[in-house]
């Protein structure tokens, strides 16, 4: 941005002279020895205000370079939501800068109102200089918002300061969650507290009905009026409460489609991002422990917890999700159904874009997990489909995958593609009934 | 061609009001100072003065080249060539007139020079500058009057007078140059 440097001179303070300085000593050198042998008053005059507003403009020159920072009050946000930035570039030098001039560089995913553009602000000495701009998170993630270069321009813009960088300022943008709701039972408890109401007896809140009275039978929960009606003693039968334990597993060996953050097109990593997001808090919300494991290279995991605490903590974990790469599998050791829990219910989000994806979620029903298969691959996706024989291969991998998916029903995994609330009620009450069926184990 | 003039067209969109406010500035005060300086009858001829505003637009579009340089040069060439060849008379008001043009012509370049054309800049900033160009022009106005004024005084011994107001302008420049390096 700067006009060019005369040679390195007064570089050690990092404020090198413009070319408009050169300008002006050569203006009054040539216009004065002109004026010496041609004896011309009037050419000594055209050069004083060269020679004046030089002089005026170097009386004090900066010594220090002024230092950026770059703030926000919103470094956590959900993913559209609007947050501000703060510029603020403070002048430790008691000489006054002209002006700053500052330009700041976006990330792909962020938006900043006329951030494009370069601003430039005058600096008061020893102050600080404002500088307040309002952008948007357009996807969930994190975002480095610069980093911010700046110039400093200084006496009339004779000198100009080298250029001074500061730090990206990271932003959390968390996924906004999809809505989810889910009102069947689980298919298994781990425990004899919880929020669910299981299908067996027990000590619950939920009636399910009125019974005579039996040895083990708490006196509390006599019912008077049909004991008094019938002559013999009955109770009140409840169902018993049980807490469960959720596993999301993520499928990132591939991405497919192309993300247009809120409000566009979503690829395959933001459905199951944003669908993992609106499970974990559904079920978390409702009391439950919720895992978080990923079917990738790195085979992230996250240990089960309860409460709004492993909520936040989940939607950090989601923040680092990112697609693994084609070739890359996590080791057997590193992945695997020894990692789930028994009663935990499974429910993997794949696109099932890979034949792995596929032979994981087989291996887990296999073991008795309880699995529901969420399919992420967006529904508009259409693959390249160029050349004559184009179509006829996108037919032919059409029906490949569904093949793939009949084969996961056969193998007792229900697939399901994501629609939001209300999705997967309708196969988590087949996981549940399976589950309470009677089982013929091998031995 | 269509790609050129689709950059074209992106970068217009791109200025904003403050540098199209500088770098109109310094059209106008190239495009006066040359007017001032060169001599009527040149101005005259078809086309000439046409020219010579053309010739006012290098330090708006070029701002940090040695176009700048060159107009400023320009103007000095076309005053000095309109007082010997054409003989026409130095007035103080002519005189403190260009010498006052061809100082925006500098301090306005050196402006656009340091803020890109798609810059958002501060009134601030502005104002400020205009605020000190005005003390070096009252400046230059006194100057120039002085200098006029003195001439006369000493009846037509413009060599001298040429000669120790620049000495003392050369020394003075010198003299605060030495003192900021020191600072």
């Known amino acids: 941005m700067a006009d060019g440097s005369l040679g390195g001179a007064g570089d050690e303070d990092g404020w090198v002279p413009?070319?408009?300085?050169?300008?002006?000593?050569?203006?009054?050198?040539?216009?004065?020895?002109?004026?010496?042998?041609?004896?011309?008053?009037?050419?000594?005059?055209?050069?004083?205000?060269?020679?004046?507003?030089?002089?005026?403009?170097?009386?004090?020159?900066?010594?220090?370079?002024?230092?950026?920072?770059?703030?926000?009050?919103?470094?956590?946000?959900?993913?559209?939501?609007?947050?501000?930035?703060?510029?603020?570039?403070?002048?430790?030098d008691p000489v006054a800068l002209d002006l700053v001039l500052v330009r700041l560089w976006l990330p792909r995913w962020v938006r900043v109102r006329d951030a494009d553009h370069p601003y430039a602000a005058p600096v008061a000495a020893g102050s600080v200089a404002e500088i307040d701009l309002s952008g948007t998170?357009?996807?969930?993630?994190?975002?480095?918002?610069?980093?911010?270069?700046?110039?400093?321009?200084?006496?009339?813009?004779?000198?100009?300061?080298?250029?001074?960088?500061?730090?990206?300022?990271?932003?959390?943008?968390?996924?906004?969650?999809?809505?989810?709701?889910?009102?069947?039972?689980?298919?298994?408890?781990?425990?004899?507290?919880?929020?669910?109401?299981?299908?067996?007896?027990?000590?619950?809140?939920?009636?399910?009905?009125?019974?005579?009275?039996?040895?083990?039978?708490?006196?509390?929960?006599?019912?008077?009026?049909?004991?008094?009606?019938?002559?013999?003693?009955?109770?009140?039968s409840t169902l018993s409460d049980r807490d469960a334990e959720v596993?999301?597993?993520?499928?990132?060996?591939?991405?497919?489609?192309?993300?247009?953050?809120?409000?566009?097109?979503?690829?395959?990593?933001?459905?199951?991002?944003?669908?993992?997001?609106?499970?974990?808090?559904?079920?978390?919300?409702?009391?439950?422990?919720?895992?978080?494991?990923?079917?990738?290279f790195r085979a992230r995991r996250l240990r089960p917890a309860t409460g709004r605490r492993q909520y936040l903590t989940v939607l950090e974990w989601l923040l680092d999700a990112k697609p693994a790469g084609g070739a890359d599998q996590p080791s057997t050791g590193a992945f695997g159904a020894h990692l789930l829990s028994a009663n935990a219910l499974v429910i993997v989000l794949t696109p099932l874009l890979d034949q792995r994806s596929a032979a994981m979620v087989a291996g887990l029903a296999r073991?008795?997990?309880?699995?529901?298969?969420?399919?992420?691959?967006?529904?508009?996706?259409?693959?390249?489909?160029?050349?004559?024989?184009?179509?006829?291969?996108?037919?032919?991998?059409?029906?490949?995958?569904?093949?793939?998916?009949?084969?996961?029903?056969?193998?007792?995994?229900?697939?399901?593609?994501?629609?939001?609330?209300?999705?997967?009620?309708?196969?988590?009450?087949?996981?549940?009934?399976?589950?309470?069926a009677p089982k013929v184990g091998r031995r | 061609m269509t790609g050129w003039l689709g950059s074209l067209r992106e970068r217009a969109a791109r200025i904003t009001p403050g540098t199209l406010l500088v770098r109109g500035a310094a059209f106008v005060f190239a495009a006066g100072a040359l007017l001032v300086a060169f001599p009527g009858e040149i101005l005259l001829w078809p086309g000439a003065a046409v020219a010579?505003?053309?010739?006012?637009?290098?330090?708006?579009?070029?701002?940090?080249?040695?176009?700048?340089?060159?107009?400023?040069?320009?103007?000095?060439?076309g005053w000095i060539v309109a007082t010997t060849t054409y003989a026409e008379p130095v007035t103080w008001a002519r005189l403190a007139t260009l010498a006052c043009l061809l100082y925006l012509v500098h301090t306005t370049a050196a402006l656009a020079a340091v803020v890109p054309y798609d810059t958002v800049v501060a009134p601030a900033v502005l104002v400020r500058w205009l605020a000190r160009t005005a003390v070096v022009l009252a400046l230059t106005v006194g100057f120039a009057v002085a200098s006029v004024v003195g001439v006369r005084v000493v009846s037509g011994q413009a060599y001298l007078v040429a000669a120790v107001a620049g000495v003392l302008l050369v020394a003075a420049l010198a003299g605060l140059l030495t003192l900021s390096r020191r600072s």
């Open chain 1, 18 to 92: 413009t070319r408009a300085f050169g300008r002006a000593i050569l203006v009054v050198g040539v216009l004065v020895l002109l004026a010496a042998l041609t004896g011309r008053y009037d050419l000594v005059v055209l050069a004083a205000p060269f020679a004046l507003g030089t002089a005026l403009s170097l009386r004090r020159r900066p010594a220090a370079l002024p230092a950026p920072e770059l703030s926000t009050m919103d470094a956590r946000i959900v993913e559209g939501d609007d947050f501000a930035v703060r510029v603020s570039v403070a002048n430790p």
């Open chain 1, 137 to 236: 998170a357009l996807r969930w993630g994190r975002h480095d918002v610069g980093p911010l270069s700046l110039h400093g321009v200084a006496c009339d813009g004779l000198l100009v300061s080298l250029r001074v960088e500061c730090e990206p300022l990271p932003i959390k943008a968390y996924p906004a969650t999809d809505p989810f709701r889910a009102d069947e039972a689980m298919p298994r408890a781990a425990g004899l507290v919880g929020q669910h109401h299981s299908r067996k007896p027990g000590e619950g809140g939920e009636l399910a009905g009125v019974r005579e009275f039996s040895p083990g039978d708490r006196l509390r929960r006599i019912d008077w009026r049909v004991t008094l009606r019938t002559r013999r003693v009955h109770v009140v």
């Open chain 1, 247 to 296: 596993v999301l597993l993520l499928d990132v060996l591939h991405e497919a489609g192309e993300s247009g953050g809120t409000g566009g097109a979503a690829s395959v990593l933001d459905t199951t991002v944003r669908a993992a997001a609106g499970i974990a808090e559904h079920y978390l919300h409702r009391g439950d422990r919720v895992a978080m494991l990923e079917y990738g």
């Open chain 1, 367 to 436: 073991s008795g997990r309880f699995v529901v298969a969420v399919d992420t691959l967006p529904p508009s996706l259409r693959p390249p489909t160029d050349g004559a024989w184009g179509p006829l291969a996108d037919r032919v991998w059409r029906m490949s995958r569904e093949n793939v998916i009949g084969l996961l029903r056969e193998h007792g995994v229900p697939v399901v593609g994501w629609a939001g609330a209300g999705s997967l009620d309708h196969v988590l009450r087949d996981v549940t009934r399976l589950a309470s």
């Open chain 2, 52 to 77: 010579l505003v053309a010739c006012g637009a290098a330090p708006a579009l070029a701002p940090r080249t040695r176009l700048t340089t060159m107009v400023l040069f320009l103007a000095v060439g």
